[in-house]
């Protein structure tokens, strides 16, 4: 593994640790209001400033950097689930259940991914569960289709050929012997899935159609932070700078999964690389 792949990694795992403990030992909680204290600039007291009610930037983002990570790793999840049951079905069983599956796909798969998105939390509503379903229907197509060919590749091995010759049961073999041996390529897919889904959700959140207030994702800070931008630009580059840095964090986090993978499923270039 790169060193740079295991330094942001460190910097992800940092974030996670400090958007979740961070607000155990900050003074200032992300729903408190001090409208005296309205838009002040980065001080001792507010280290990343206060928004246009007074509340604590750095206790928001923080709250927010929580938020849009939930998000992202639960959504991916959900789609990797719905995904990998839909995927493995059509890839296993063929015939028209495949024919119905792809069906499905190609039908979601017809509209822009986020404007599906924008529609599904339109039609949802504000809030968590909303966000959730739209961030993973987007993302379990992908999922779905990368399941399906592997399944179809592996049920031509000579391994599913014994366990049938064997009478084992159809879906035995397909979860206990296929699934297992396909999980690299599964793995990969979902850690490289969870970046998007966090850029999708704060793009939904940008819009407006995100989580309620008073909370808040990184997306909906940065959407509130460019009514001020020219005023008050650490509004939006705090949140701004926080979400870019956790998706480049994210990214390599799947790149890191990929290169691991690859390792060890080829070994001999690994020890030639190091010879």
Not at 15 to 27: D, M, S
Not at 117 to 128: D, H, Q
């Amino acid at each position: 593994m790169r060193l740079l792949n295991k330094l942001m990694i460190f910097f992800l795992t940092g974030v996670i640790l400090t958007a979740c403990l961070g607000p155990l030992f900050l003074e200032h909680s992300p729903e408190t209001q001090n409208l005296s204290r309205r838009l002040e600039p980065p001080s001792q007291t507010y280290w990343l400033g206060t928004d246009s009610l007074g509340r604590d930037m750095t206790s928001r983002i923080l709250q927010g950097t929580r938020l849009s990570l939930l998000i992202g790793f639960s959504s991916t999840l959900i789609a990797l689930l719905i995904g990998t049951i839909t995927g493995a079905i059509a890839g296993f069983f063929r015939g028209r259940t495949e024919v119905l599956i792809l069906g499905v796909i190609d039908f979601f798969g017809t509209f822009p991914t986020l404007l599906l998105a924008m529609l599904v939390s339109m039609a949802t509503g504000r809030g968590l569960p909303g966000i959730l379903i739209s961030v993973a229907l987007i993302a379990w197509l992908q999922h779905a289709r990368l399941v399906r060919a592997q399944v179809i590749q592996a049920r031509q091995l000579e391994y599913v050929e014994a366990a049938r010759a064997l009478g084992l049961n159809p879906y035995r073999i397909l979860w206990v012997h296929i699934l297992p041996n396909i999980k690299g390529p599964i793995l990969i897919s979902a850690s490289a899935q969870i970046p998007s889904n966090v850029m999708a959700e704060s793009f939904l959140s940008f819009l407006g159609l995100g989580v309620h207030p008073p909370f808040a994702s990184l997306g909906t800070l940065a959407s509130d932070g460019s009514r001020l931008i020219t005023s008050h630009p650490h509004l939006i580059f705090a949140p701004g700078a926080t979400l870019f840095l956790t998706l480049l964090a994210a990214q390599y986090l799947g790149d890191s999964i990929r290169d691991y993978w690859a390792e060890e499923k080829h070994p001999e270039g690994r020890e030639s690389s190091v010879g």
